[in-house]
């Protein structure tokens, strides 16, 4: 999982949400590209040749501030943490380019990874209009975490799959459907007498 925001509190995490929050804060104010650059090359401490190339090159950065976004839909909170994902995408690629030995090798499939963080996205937002719109038919603020139980569902997927969760904060921010890319989780009902899940197990 190249793009998770990890929550976990061991220092590793901690540096690195506290990156995700300086480079999200540089994004969402939209100085010139120089700017940026050279704002994410200090908070990362990585060269701005790879900071560029990942702005201008991948990211096609544009200028400008972000405007907030306001409104309490689901999908409104999943675009808030697109955000966050994507700050989180781009100090991983800048990391995998400073790490690579052929930086131009490495730029294309830094490409394709992107293609599949912009579906990741998409698909998180998807899974959030469509809780939010079984919530509104149901009138349940609590759904139940459907899903397919066999050999190809993932650890976190089939925990989480009979379970209830809250529409308005589904276990890290991710609606059923939007965890994986072929996650095949849906929203449901609500499962009488079983729990809702705020969080996933540290250890699945
Ligand atoms: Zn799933």
């Known amino acids: 999982m190249t793009e998770q925001v990890p929550q976990k509190a061991d220092p590793e995490s901690l540096q690195h949400a506290a ?24 908070v990362l401490k990585a060269p701005g040749k790879l900071v560029l190339a990942v702005l201008a090159g991948i990211l096609k950065y544009k200028p400008g501030k972000k405007s907030p976004i306001g409104g309490t839909r689901p999908e409104d909170a999943a675009k808030k943490g697109n955000r966050r994902y994507r700050a989180a995408y781009l100090i991983n690629a800048i990391k995998r380019l400073a790490e690579a030995p052929d930086l131009k090798a490495a730029l294309a499939r830094e490409k394709t990874l992107f293609t599949a963080h912009k579906k ?61 890319p072929k996650c095949r989780c849906f929203p449901a009902p609500p499962f009488p007498g079983k729990p809702v899940v705020t969080t996933l197990p540290a250890q699945l």
């Open 19 to 42: 990156e995700v929050a300086a480079v999200l804060a540089v994004l969402q104010s939209g100085p010139p590209l120089a700017t940026a650059t050279r704002a994410i090359s200090v």
């Open 120 to 180: 990741a996205s998409t698909r998180r937002i998807e899974a959030a209009k469509t809780s939010g719109k079984l919530s509104d038919i149901t009138g349940n603020s609590t759904l139940g975490w459907g899903g397919v139980l066999d050999n190809r569902t993932t650890p976190d997927c089939r925990w989480l799959i009979g379970k209830n969760y809250d529409v308005a904060n589904p276990p890290e921010g991710l609606h059923p459907g939007g965890r994986h």
